[in-house]
């Protein structure tokens, strides 16, 4: 696993210049004379200085910014180092989407958001990830953690973003029954991390929205509790 995915998805960290710290302290690292690598924070903090953008090829259709955790752990991390380097300058983070035809340039929230809605959002893509069953909801709550971790390291996701997936998920009984019933853990952990993103104001629910977040919430980990507590009754007997 990343090493900045292991902190934040700990939820350790408090202020997000940590996630910058754990980057330098990681990448920092040069190779002189000696041919050893030896920590040189300074020297990267001054390359990061000049860095006026960051940018990211996607590699294949299959796979984009929200998919794997790759993506804002590498680019993310980079730029929440140059932002700290800059000294709390925020710079331009771009995508270059050159899997099909002549290739286009979105900035990262335009992709972020374009993926959204042509896959987390599409009903064609998550009933697909239904039909798998288990490793589907696994799969659907990746995509919202990978999608709070763009937020964690650039700030370059919208709010409407996690209002529209809440209602999607979280919100809607019978989807949230369906997400329950196949797997209790990734259903009550995506609660959690939208949950999270508004506490930690990447979005903001008005109250009634937010009541019905931590009712739908408290009863998947009802439920997760449930599920858990019964092998180990029957175990006993």
Avoid at 39 to 60: I, P
Avoid at 61 to 72: A, K, P
Avoid at 78 to 97: H, L, S
Wanted: glycine content about 8%.
């Amino acid at each position: 696993m990343a090493p900045m995915l292991i902190i934040w998805l700990s939820t350790a960290w408090d202020e997000e210049d940590e996630i910058a710290e754990t980057y330098m302290r990681r990448k920092g690292f040069a190779y002189g004379k000696s041919g050893k690598p030896v920590c040189n924070n300074a020297l990267l903090k001054s390359v990061l200085a000049d860095v006026t953008m960051s940018y990211q090829n996607l590699e294949s259709m299959e796979l984009g910014v929200t998919t794997i955790d790759n993506y804002f752990d590498t680019l993310g991390g980079i730029t929440k180092a140059v932002k700290r380097a800059k000294g709390g300058r925020e710079i331009p983070v771009y995508i270059g989407d050159q899997t099909q035809g002549e290739g286009v340039v979105r900035t990262l929230s335009e992709q972020v958001s374009l993926e959204t809605r042509t896959r987390m959002l599409n009903p064609k893509w998550f009933e697909g990830m239904l039909k798998h069953g288990y490793e589907g909801v696994r799969q659907i709550e990746v995509h919202i953690t990978n999608t709070m971790g763009w937020s964690a390291t650039t700030g370059q996701v919208q709010p409407w973003v996690y209002k529209q997936l809440t209602q999607t998920f979280i919100l809607d009984p019978k989807m949230r029954e369906r997400l329950a019933q196949l797997n209790p853990t990734a259903s009550a952990r995506m609660a959690n991390r939208l949950m999270e993103a508004s506490n930690r104001n990447y979005w903001q629910p008005d109250d009634e929205m937010r009541a019905a977040m931590k009712q739908a919430s408290d009863e998947l980990e009802d439920r997760l509790e449930g599920v858990f507590e019964t092998p180990a009754l029957q175990r006993v007997g």
